[in-house]
């Protein structure tokens, strides 16, 4: 026997909730269907576990600079890290129990537990029982890629960002295999917890998306702290001996071997989408993986729409949450809403954080636009004085023309959060001469934003 909906949602991450959740709100019968763990990859093992330990990293790391503040600790610091790792999983546990709590509780919602993979573009297999509905969303985000192309991948015991999470012992040596967010933020994070940590990225530079001079400062502030730094590591192969596990990086200087007591993979992520039976609803996807969609993410299936990381059209948190947003609004409020409009924001979590928006400088000048751009050092910034934390920057890059901001970075204190004045004028799609006559709140990181702005010149 089929049953029978009016919508069914695949999995219970960042978007399909509160899907669930419009649509039951209209009327419409829903199934939303999870195999594992409700609140997805956010939730269980990305940000919010991961941000919850970055918080802990930092309480070790500004404690042992308690004396710079005046402050006397008479006692070291240490690391108790089930405790730290505890604090992550009530954290997790709580935002677990709440998603679950709401789509338990959602009438006209039937939740199901299980893989669900298409039979027909109109009928998914869950548990041996069919179910249909004439409107089908995806999202089913993505998890750690393993490389294929790393010589004695298998002979390791490698860690991925969820398998990282169940540490109860301190790595006296991690190393870190990707430069990028994941790989970053843990890196410093278990370097603050007293590990010894090397990072190993196979590019000339960390977060090669970013502009070099954003690369080159981070990379300066992890190695102030002891994180060791290997990059243009192309030839990365790994074995095990009874040291600990060998990750051969045989750059083009340095040495070529580091001995690691445990090595975590940061090397991207692969979508959800290989185990789905996607072939048999005629689903297309590139060659990454991901479920083409349109510019209001429909597949090229109608009746079916994927949303998420599982698109390619955004990697994070926010971007999952906005593509339910635009299905919504496209759906049930009449209005035409498009990814293309979406203004690109995030932050890596660092300590200092990166804040960015839009456009890197690369990008911008690549536009062939007349641009002006401004920088501001930290140093030069009198929150950040007063707060003993005055590493990084603050840049901003705009059209001459138009006077639209194109992009902006700030990485420094607060940086995570600041950004998002430049990136609600942006949004507003207002000049930059909106910010000249506000009135910025003293001492902030934020008050500074006018002043970087004013400072803005041709290049
Ligand atoms: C370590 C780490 C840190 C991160 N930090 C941040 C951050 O600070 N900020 C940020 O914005 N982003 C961050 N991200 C990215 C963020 O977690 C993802 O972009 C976001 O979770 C994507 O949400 P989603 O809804 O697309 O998918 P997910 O949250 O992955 O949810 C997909 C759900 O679908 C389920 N599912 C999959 N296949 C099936 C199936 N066949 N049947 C039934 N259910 C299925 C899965 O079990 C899962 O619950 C981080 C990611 C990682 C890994
Ligand atoms: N702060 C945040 O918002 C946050 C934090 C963590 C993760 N995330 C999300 O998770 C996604 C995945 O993050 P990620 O850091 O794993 O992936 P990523 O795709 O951002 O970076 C992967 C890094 O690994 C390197 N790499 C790839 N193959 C390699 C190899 N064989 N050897 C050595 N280095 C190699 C790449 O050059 C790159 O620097 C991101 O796209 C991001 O959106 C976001």
Not at 89 to 115: C, Y
């Amino acid at each position: 026997m089929t049953r029978a909906f009016d919508a069914i949602v695949i999995g219970a991450g960042q978007a399909g909730p509160p899907l669930a959740g419009r649509l039951t709100a209209a009327g419409l019968t829903v199934a939303l269907v999870e195999r594992h763990f409700f609140g997805g990859t956010c939730v269980n093992t990305g940000c919010m576990p991961t941000k919850t330990l970055v918080a802990s990293a930092r309480v070790a790391h500004q404690a042992r600079r308690a004396a710079d503040y005046g402050v006397v600790l008479n006692d070291g610091v240490s690391i108790d890290l089930p405790r730290v790792m505890g604090r992550a999983h009530k954290v997790t546990e709580t935002s677990r129990g709440n998603v679950e709590a709401w789509l338990n509780g959602m009438e006209h919602l039937t939740v199901l537990r299980g893989h669900a993979r298409f039979e027909r573009s109109d009928t998914l297999l869950v548990n041996g029982e069919a179910i249909t509905a004439s409107r089908i969303f995806v999202n089913v985000g993505g998890r750690a890629r393993i490389p294929d192309d790393m010589p004695g991948i298998d002979d390791i015991n490698y860690l991925t960002n969820t398998s990282i999470l169940q540490l109860s012992e301190l790595p006296r040596h991690l190393a870190v295999i990707g430069g990028s967010y994941i790989g970053l933020e843990y890196a410093q994070m278990f370097r603050r917890f007293g590990s010894n940590v090397t990072v190993v990225e196979r590019q000339s530079r960390l977060i090669a998306r970013e502009d070099e001079d954003v690369s080159e400062t981070l990379r300066s502030i992890l190695e102030a702290e002891g994180v060791a730094v290997r990059t243009d590591a192309e030839c990365i192969a790994f074995a095990s001996r009874a040291e600990g596990s060998i990750v051969k990086v045989d750059c083009t200087s340095g040495d070529s071997e580091v001995v690691a007591s445990h090595v975590l993979l940061a090397v991207g992520r692969y979508p959800n989408t290989d185990d789905l039976g996607l072939e048999h609803a005629g689903v297309k996807t590139d060659q990454h993986g991901y479920i083409v969609v349109d510019d209001m993410l429909a597949t090229n299936v109608p009746g079916i729409w994927a949303m998420g990381d599982c698109n390619g059209r955004g990697a994070f948190t926010h971007t999952a949450y906005n593509d339910f947003e635009i299905i919504a609004a496209n759906l049930l409020d009449g209005e035409q809403r498009r990814v293309s409009s979406r203004i690109p924001g995030y932050a890596l979590f660092t300590d200092p954080p990166l804040g960015r928006v839009g456009a890197t400088d690369a990008q911008a000048r690549a536009s062939g636009k007349r641009l002006l751009m401004s920088k501001r050092p930290m140093t030069r910034v009198g929150r950040a004085v007063e707060r003993g934390e005055t590493q990084g920057f603050m840049k901003v890059v705009a059209d001459a023309d138009t006077r639209r901001i194109l992009g902006a970075a700030i990485l420094g204190v607060g940086g995570d959060e600041a950004i998002h004045g430049l990136l609600d004028l942006m949004s507003a799609d207002q000049p930059f001469d909106a910010m000249k006559w506000a009135v910025p709140i003293h001492p902030t990181v934020s008050e500074l934003l006018p002043t970087l702005i004013g400072d803005l010149k041709l290049i």
